[in-house]
C-alpha cells in the first residue's frame, strides 16, 4: 500500500508545484524520511530529527488525522537539516536575511519601501513581479 503512495507522489512531483526540494523528493529521499541535500561547505549544517509539536491544534485543522498539513513536514520526512550561525536554506547553502559572504559575515543594507508611498508605475512593477513569481516554474 505505502509502494502505491510512494508511486503516485513521485509521479506527481514533476507535474505540480511543490515545496519540497527537488533534491528531497527522489523515490529515496521519500522511501527514508530524509530531507538533507549535502551542505555547501563544512560546518554550516547538520542532519536532524524533526521534533513533533504536541501542542493542541485549534480550529484550523478540522480534518483530525486526515490532513498533510496538520504534522507538517513530518507526514513526510522526519530529518531535515538544522543550519548552524549565520548559514540559511534547505541545506544551509544560504545566509540568512541581511547577511552575505562566503561565511554570511559581511552585513549588508536592506532598504523596505511602503508600498503605498510608491508610484502607480512602481506598484504595477511590483505586483507584476509578485504574479510572474506565483506562476514562473523554477527549472
Known sequence: ??????????????L??????????????????QC?????GEGR????SIAEDNRRHGPQYPYAG?????????????????CTGNFSGYNCGGCRHGLTGPNCD????????????????????FVSALDQAKRTVHP
Not at 552585513?107 to 504595477?124: A, F, L
Open 36 to 40: 538533507c541535500p549535502s551542505p555547501t
Open 66 to 82: 486526515r490532513d498533510d498539513r496538520e504534522r507538517w513536514p513530518l507526514r513526510f520526512f522526519n530529518r531535515t537539516c538544522q
Open 1 to 14: 500500500m505505502w509502494r502505491a503512495g510512494l508511486l503516485v507522489v513521485t509521479l506527481c512531483a514533476g
Open 16 to 33: 505540480t508545484l511543490a515545496q519540497f526540494p527537488r533534491e528531497c523528493v527522489t523515490p529515496e529521499g521519500l522511501q527514508s524520511g
Open 106 to 125: 559581511q552585513r549588508i543594507s536592506v532598504v523596505r519601501r511602503n508600498i503605498m508611498q510608491m508610484s502607480t508605475s512602481d506598484k504595477q512593477a
Open 45 to 48: 549544517g547538520q542532519c536532524v
